[in-house]
């Protein structure tokens, strides 16, 4: 897993979308960066007991994968994120982004 540490000269711009469903009870998120300029595909889920996981399909490299969102750690403060992928109907998930975020 590599990580990235976005430089505060160089500001990392992009756009999350999240759009609450009452009916379904579930929060559609969905992504683009000022790189591609594109909208990837939602990924779904709910908020539990402190904890968001969000589940979605998408392209990586050419490859059909499945994404998985976690949000944990959540307070008024910080969060936690991880993006992963599956290649093998969710019987293994690699961790490829983790964020700590913090309010300034």
């Known amino acids: 897993m590599q990580?990235?540490?976005?430089?505060?000269?160089?500001?990392?711009?992009?756009?999350?979308?999240?759009?609450?469903?009452?009916?379904?009870?579930e929060w559609s998120l969905y992504w683009s960066d000022a790189r591609t300029g594109v909208l990837f595909p939602a990924v779904s889920g709910r908020f539990r007991d402190g904890?968001?996981?969000?589940?979605?399909?998408?392209?990586?490299?050419g490859k059909e994968v499945r994404v998985r969102f976690v949000w944990s750690g959540i307070s008024a403060e910080s969060a936690?994120?991880?993006?992963?992928?599956?290649?093998?109907?969710?019987?293994?998930?690699?961790?490829?982004?983790?964020m700590d975020l913090t309010r300034r």
């Open 51 to 61: 904890r968001g996981e969000f589940h979605g399909d998408d392209t990586h490299d």
């Open 3 to 25: 990580r990235l540490d976005v430089p505060v000269d160089r500001p990392y711009r992009h756009l999350s979308l999240h759009l609450y469903d009452r009916e379904r009870e």
């Open 80 to 98: 936690h994120w991880e993006q992963a992928f599956s290649v093998d109907g969710e019987e293994t998930w690699v961790t490829n982004w983790i």
